[in-house]
């Protein structure tokens, strides 16, 4: 069939009790390194591995996996699209976001999309594991750190980023603001994003129009000084 071109091969001998993980990255090096963690752990085995969204979708519709790991950053159409795309197929399908995306930044908005977890890249493998364990028991993970501050965040309502300019941007407007936000051009961000310059130059005006900036240097100035304040509540 097609698919296997663009996923590893399915492990065929996988025991019927293993649940059953489909992994969604655009780095191959990550995807093996999970790939060989997962097996190790003796629950999970991987049915099968994307790199972007549409051969995702397709994946999870031929392979019917137990749950799904998706990275946030995809070429095209990016995680936090993907998982309602998913959800609106398959409701009740456990996923877990595993992104070095910053979880200040993107947790939130995953959850509201229907994942179950997030966790981020810069933590150890094993973490990636107990957070499928939750996930796939029908828990919800997130790390301690962020749990609490979401929390605080509820109860100091007037300080908080919720209903902010920038809960207006969309998912990809948030990536290429945060992007600009460390010092990245258009071109840098089109390749780290996998699309053209137009494109970015097009979500450059979007942000400029939501964020109400009256030029562009104000744009940046903007990102750069919303960027530092979120690192620095970390």
């Not at 790939?35 to 049915?47: K, P, V, Y």
């Not at 959800?87 to 200040?104: F, G, K, N, T, Y």
Request: with cysteine; hydrophobic share 40%.
């Amino acid at each position: 069939m097609k698919l296997e071109e663009n996923l590893a091969e399915p492990s065929t001998e996988a025991s019927p009790h293993l649940t059953r993980i489909l992994v969604v990255d655009d780095h191959p090096l990550y995807r093996h390194g999970l790939t060989r963690l997962l097996a190790d752990s003796g629950h999970f085995t991987i049915c099968g591995e994307s790199d972007n969204a549409q051969n995702a979708l397709e994946s999870m519709r031929q392979l019917q996996p137990d749950g799904v790991i998706v990275d946030i950053s995809l070429p095209g159409t990016n995680g936090i699209e993907l998982i309602k795309l998913m959800l609106a197929e398959q409701p009740r399908l456990p996923i877990l976001v595993v992104s070095m995306h910053d979880e200040s930044l993107y947790a939130l908005r995953a959850m509201r999309a229907g994942a179950k977890g997030y966790v981020m890249k810069e933590e150890t493998l094993t973490q990636v594991v107990d957070a499928l364990q939750r996930v796939m028991t029908g828990g919800i993970y997130v790390s301690p750190r962020f749990s609490e501050k979401l929390v605080f965040k509820l109860i100091q309502s007037g300080d908080s980023d919720f209903g902010s300019p920038v809960d207006t941007l969309s998912d990809r407007e948030l990536e290429v603001l945060e992007l600009l936000g460390r010092g990245r051009s258009t071109r840098q961000i089109a390749e780290s994003l996998h699309l053209s310059v137009k494109t970015i130059e097009t979500h450059r005006a979007h942000i400029k129009e939501k964020l109400r900036c009256k030029d562009a240097e104000e744009m940046v100035a903007f990102a750069v000084e919303w960027m530092a304040a979120k690192e620095g509540a970390v």
